[in-house]
């Protein structure tokens, strides 16, 4: 119910506002307007009343299906709500199912910036080679600035069939000068839209219908100055008006002061019952005939909307059946002043009515909204609380602060629940100082309260909020220093215990969860504190705590302690499977499969991950799908199947590949190995550039590390023994920093050699890289190769005028085999003449001269196994 009425209100925001067929058509702006179909922006600058809007509208009517739109309020300075409704506008209008596709790069903004959702969706703008346009109407009324930069860096890289018109009261609040500059930008101002001549005549004689002398136009331009609001007003004044002479006698003046003189005009000339309900309604942003009845105590609104519009009376319709409207803001400002005059408190029973009205219908956002402008927040409280789970999965936690803001302070109509929700809402927020504050008092008010169900409640919410607190701002000692002090086991709170942390992401150390990937003996003390805690409190299956366990299961592994990630991912199975959670359910299959393959049981291995394929498909959990068999692509990798690898990847949607995003590292980082395999190096490293650029902005460092390293593994093949050494540099500063060894020593036989000689270039420097990696650091992570492999290496490394790449070892161990030069042209998908100058080199560091001797001198120094 809750998203089908709010996808209702919604509709009213993206359907693009009718055109009256008579409204005058205005040919040179319209011109200028096409003119930004060959830039990134166009904007329209105007006070009120100047007829941006109508431009707008009758533009993108002239270029459907090109055009989608979004009329902006107030309550979108949200930021995930923003660029929510830009995506569902697009998919509404334009994408059909760009909403659906964009769904899991929405839901990673708990743990991934802004910019790595709106990078997935500039990806999808660039499927189509139609032009789009996607206007944004009212922007005035957007003051956050995360919005405003948000929107610059979507401008910046918005491809070149894609274009942003923008309409607003006020200038932008950001600069477009770089746009104006690379002529990818114009803009429209007030000037601009004043009515001409010409159009002032077909104005009033072809739309209105007014037989006015060609004397009595050019007064009422010259007064308004070509103002189209001023000539609205003046018309419809005219049209209910039984003495013409008479208005112009008294028509005077600048458009400037002639606004409120001519609504009074209007509003003294409307019926008495249409005066009664344009009063009654203004205070709705949005209305429908149901809603008006209820606020008229009418049965009549549709027939009362319909005469409205009829008249050119500043009402616009809302959707395509003109069954929502709302009321022009000039025209609403005017009808509230009055409501005011006449009856100060009049609004409040009017906000009261529409909030109850609102949520008999489901439509909660607009409920509470006006039940907090009716000052009714035991009405709130009651709305806020009955659908908490609700909002808080849509993620929109800027409106629910402005929501849990609106309240006094302190609050005795705030539950304990609403007020730990406030305290978690501010920590989400960044807001960690007013959290800290909030919490304080909470505490004190839970301390004054007798034991009791409740108070238990209050205790358990409160110990998941202050945790929340402590991984926010890292603050360990604090809070199990605090926490333990607790000696009793606290209830399943049911608005905190079930918490979801992660829709998104294979692995749970890649989440702010889990610390972006940071390690450290403090990390893991604290979390074992954290559970320990948690259990003794009786949160033992909390998700919390299972995403805690989860976390360190994965940080053990990475630290190859093998044992302890076994044990505790045993608790996490059981728990994942029983809720049906994906999110903790595939990080558990994953990382339980890298210790099957660890201990060399790759068909284990496979079978688990094919088992939680099928537990996925009878969950319905889709999304999920993509990173477990980019798993069975490993595995395929690691037995040499190249085939294989390619069928599981082989879902891998284009787009992606050509544009590859963050929240789908797992996959892509598993495309990239297998274009290594395909010695396809320079297609991975464009891959890992973006990627890279991107996992540094998110502070993700297991990203930054699994980046570096491919990077110095594609370097390596090629031959660029620098780059591949500066790469390897910064995966083990990182590495070395948080005590990382599996990432490394997963690579296997490729990752040895690199690391050797990474320890032979640093040996040989008088002058050392900075950030130092120990020399015990590397000694630890060699030990760990299997000692042939390594003292293969070695052995090879030091026989060898130079050591050879990856790709010289691949067709190595293919002459090895008996491979003729076509069949290694055919595999390595290189031509004959290529792979003869790579057997030339190859001979050249072995000092050999054709390939008998050089599988000799091979098996002998250990490079290939003998027959």
């Not at 059946?321 to 009017?350: G, M, V």
Request: with cysteine; charged share 20%; glycine share 4%.
């Amino acid at each position: 119910m809750f998203r089908s009425e709010h996808s209702i209100m919604l509709k009213t925001k993206t359907t693009m506002p009718s055109v009256h067929s008579h409204s005058v058509e205005r040919i040179q702006l319209q011109r200028l307007l096409d003119d930004g179909l060959n830039g990134k922006l166009t904007t329209l600058s105007a006070p009120a009343g100047y007829g941006k809007t109508t431009l707008l509208s009758q533009w993108a009517h002239l270029h459907q299906p090109l055009a989608s739109w979004l009329s902006l309020d107030e309550k979108d300075n949200d930021l995930i709500r923003f660029w929510r409704y830009i995506i569902a506008t697009l998919s509404d209008s334009l994408l059909p199912q760009l909403a659906k596709r964009m769904e899991p790069s929405m839901e990673a903004t708990t743990h991934t910036s802004i910019y790595t959702c709106i990078d997935s969706l500039l990806n999808e703008l660039t499927i189509t080679d139609q032009h789009l346009a996607i206007i944004l109407d009212d922007y005035h009324v957007i003051t956050e600035e995360s919005i405003h930069a948000s929107i610059c860096y979507f401008i910046e890289y918005l491809p070149n069939n894609v274009h942003l018109y923008i309409a607003s009261r006020t200038k932008l609040p950001f600069s477009t000068s770089k746009w104006i500059l690379r002529n990818e930008a114009c803009h429209l101002d007030a000037a601009q839209l004043l009515f001409n001549q010409e159009e002032t005549v077909n104005f009033y004689r072809e739309v209105h219908k007014l037989s006015l002398s060609a004397q009595q136009i050019e007064q009422l331009r010259g007064c308004t100055e070509g103002w189209v609001a001023g000539l609205q007003l003046a018309a419809i004044s005219l049209a209910n008006s039984s003495s013409p002479d008479q208005f112009f006698k008294n028509f005077t003046g600048s458009h400037r002061n002639i606004s409120e003189y001519l609504l009074h005009e209007v509003w003294l000339r409307l019926p008495v019952d249409t005066q009664r309900f344009l009063l009654l309604t203004c205070v709705l942003s949005r209305m429908d005939a149901e809603s008006c009845n209820t606020l008229t105590g009418q049965s009549n609104s549709q027939q009362m909307l319909d005469s409205i519009y009829a008249q050119n009376i500043f009402l616009i319709p809302l959707d395509d059946y003109q069954n929502w409207y709302r009321y022009h803001q000039l025209f609403t400002d005017f009808l509230r002043r009055q409501l005011h005059q006449l009856d100060p408190k009049k609004s409040f029973a009017l906000h009261r009515l529409a909030s109850e009205c609102f949520a008999n219908r489901g439509f909660y956002d607009e409920a509470i909204d006006h039940a907090l402008a009716a000052t009714e927040y035991g009405l709130a409280a009651h709305l806020l609380e009955g659908h908490i789970p609700l909002l808080v999965q849509r993620g929109e936690f800027s409106t629910l602060l402005r929501w849990l803001d609106s309240f006094p302070e302190p609050s005795d109509v705030l539950t304990p629940m609403l007020s730990l929700l406030h305290a978690f809402i501010l920590i989400a927020c960044g807001q960690t100082n007013r959290a800290r504050e909030s919490l304080l008092r909470l505490e004190e008010q839970c301390a004054a309260m007798d034991v009791s169900d409740e108070q238990l409640q209050f205790l358990s919410g409160l110990l998941f909020v202050k945790a929340n607190l402590f991984f926010a701002n890292r603050e360990f000692d604090t809070w199990v220093a605090g926490s333990s002090e607790l000696n009793h086991k606290l209830p399943e709170n049911p608005v905190f215990y079930h918490f979801n942390y992660n829709t998104t992401e294979p692995f749970i150390r890649r989440t702010a969860f889990g610390l972006k990937g940071m390690l450290s003996l403090q990390t893991e003390s604290v979390g074992k504190q954290f559970i320990e805690i948690l259990t003794a409190h009786g949160w033992q299956e909390s998700l919390m705590n299972m995403y805690v366990v989860q976390a360190m299961a994965e940080g053990y592994y990475e630290r190859n302690q093998l044992e302890e990630s076994t044990e505790l991912l045993k608790q996490v199975e059981h728990v994942s499977r029983r809720e049906r959670i994906p999110g903790l359910f595939v990080p558990y299959t994953l990382t339980q499969a890298k210790i099957m393959l660890v201990n060399k049981e790759t068909t284990a291995a496979r079978n688990l991950i094919e088992q939680a394929i099928e537990t996925i498909q009878h969950w319905s959990a889709a999304f999920w799908l993509q990173p477990l068999r980019a798993f069975l692509a490993q595995i395929a990798l690691l037995e040499g199947d190249l085939s294989e690898a390619e069928s599981a990847l082989a879902t891998l949607p284009l787009t992606l590949l050509s544009q590859p995003t963050i929240h789908k590292e797992l996959e892509l980082l598993t495309f990239v190995r297998m274009q290594l395999a395909k010695q396809q190096e320079q297609d991975a490293l464009r891959i890992l550039h973006i990627l890279s650029s991107v996992a540094l902005r998110e502070g993700l460092l297991t990203s930054q590390v699994d980046i570096a390293i491919l990077q110095a593994l594609a370097h390596q093949q090629l031959g660029n023994k620098p780059e591949a050494l500066a790469h390897l540099h910064e995966a083990l500063v990182i590495g070395e920093a948080n005590g990382y060894i599996r990432s490394f020593v997963d690579h296997g036989l490729a990752m040895s050699h690199l690391l050797l000689a990474y320890t032979e270039r640093s040996r040989g420097r008088v002058q050392k890289l900075t950030p130092h990696v120990s020399v015990a650091y590397l000694k630890q992570l060699l030990s760990l190769f299997p000692k042939r492999s390594r003292n293969k290496m070695a052995d090879a490394s030091s026989l060898l005028i130079e050591p050879l790449t990856g790709k010289e070892m691949i067709i190595l161990s293919m002459l090895a085999q008996g491979a003729s030069n076509k069949h290694i042209a055919e595999e390595l998908g290189n031509t004959l003449g290529t792979v003869k100058v790579y057997l030339h080199r190859i001979y050249g560091k072995l000092g050999v001269t054709n390939r008998t001797q050089a599988v000799l001198k091979a098996q002998e120094i250990s490079l290939v196994e003998k027959e």
